[in-house]
């Protein structure tokens, strides 16, 4: 089969970035930019955005992103988009502003820039829009025509957001490695359309390596308000390290399990990252992993904060039915868990959900 791998025409890491917006717009040379902005991160430093396009003397449009990153949303923006003279898509915020952005560019047919504002999801680097419905469900992935054009992660501002968003997008990129394995194992086609490359499995080992070995001391550091080297060797692992090494690696059983707990509303409001940490523990135990890689799994997110058990999900009193229903809707025919090297079923999700709820309990 052959191998394909994605990434970014251009990555761009490190202090002060965002008032450097309006130059990089300019020397894509694409006209008036239209940017969708997080609605707090408009409010705190849009006027650092504006001054950085009028310095450029470049046009620029600025929607504030609303409610959820789904199909009705993206429509309602590219319906309102005059095509004669926007020329390049901005997406600056978290992942489903990012996200939103991407899905713009693909329906219009535009370059995108993308400006992450937190290191919570691997979204920025990928060519996959995640949409979900409005009630917060996961609907689909969009697989777009390319890469993103550009992503610039300004690691000062990022390492103002909450400690806790640098937690998630380490959970994110937790699975990154043990997904790609599953993939190159079951020789799997991945999410760019081939099979995984010795170079994404190479990203996504240098990932988790990366977490293990600076993790804590970067959350340390945030909490401190600290832009340190850790820090920044973090952003890179869970904005490009992850974000190349899941989408031309592949993933499987993790993000399947994740995909199958957005149906209870009793984990709503756990982030995308927190309950991809605890599936990847799930996945682990489907595979039957040797116990040093669930003890280093389950004591690094115990570390980080994130969750390891079903208590920490807020599904501590969930009904059997219900997470029968969320084992069933992670092995959906058109998802990911097709891509482990071997037949999973929903029995076998729900048994490795409790296997991996009572291992979390222990205390190593």
Do not use: W
């Not at 199909?71 to 390049?88: K, T, Y």
């Amino acid at each position: 089969m052959r191998q394909i791998t994605f990434a970014p025409s251009k990555y761009i890491q490190g202090e002060g970035e965002l008032g450097r917006l309006g130059a990089y717009c300019a020397e894509m040379e694409t006209g008036e930019a239209y940017a969708v902005i997080d609605p707090y991160i408009l409010s705190v430093y849009g006027e650092a955005v504006r001054d950085s396009f009028a310095a450029a003397d470049l046009p620029l449009q600025l929607r504030e992103f609303q409610g959820e990153c789904s199909f009705g949303q993206v429509e309602q923006i590219v319906s309102g988009l005059d095509l004669d003279r926007v020329g390049v898509i901005l997406g600056i915020g978290g992942g489903k502003t990012l996200d939103t952005a991407k899905a713009v560019s693909h329906y219009a047919n535009l370059p995108v820039m993308l400006v992450p504002t937190v290191a919570s999801t691997d979204a920025p680097c990928s060519a996959v829009a995640v949409l979900y419905f409005e009630d917060g469900r996961f609907d689909r992935y969009l697989s777009l025509r390319r890469s993103p054009d550009t992503v610039i992660a300004d690691t000062a501002l990022i390492a103002k957001a909450p400690a806790r968003l640098l937690a998630a997008g380490m959970g994110d990129a937790l699975s990154t490695y043990f997904e790609a394995r599953a993939c190159r194992e079951s020789g799997a086609v991945t999410e760019a359309g081939g099979a995984g490359s010795i170079a994404a499995l190479a990203l996504a080992r240098a990932c988790y390596d990366t977490l293990l070995a600076d993790g804590a001391a970067a959350l340390e550091d945030v909490r401190k308000g600290r832009a340190s080297a850790r820090v920044a060797h973090i952003v890179e692992a869970n904005i490009y390290l992850s974000g190349i090494g899941f989408e031309s690696g592949g993933l499987a059983a993790a993000h399947a399990i994740h995909n199958g707990l957005t149906i209870l509303e009793e984990c709503r409001h756990v982030l995308h990252g927190e309950k991809v940490a605890f599936a990847t523990l799930v996945q682990l135990m489907l595979e039957q992993a040797p116990e040093e890689e669930i003890a280093a799994v389950a004591g690094f997110c115990r570390d980080a904060g994130l969750p390891v058990t079903l208590e920490q999900l807020g599904l501590a009193n969930v009904s059997a039915e219900k997470l029968t229903a969320a084992a069933a809707a992670s092995c959906t025919e058109e998802g990911p868990m097709k891509n482990m090297p071997f037949p999973v079923t929903p029995r076998d999700v729900y048994a490795a959900i409790l296997a991996a709820d009572r291992r979390g309990q222990q205390t190593d």
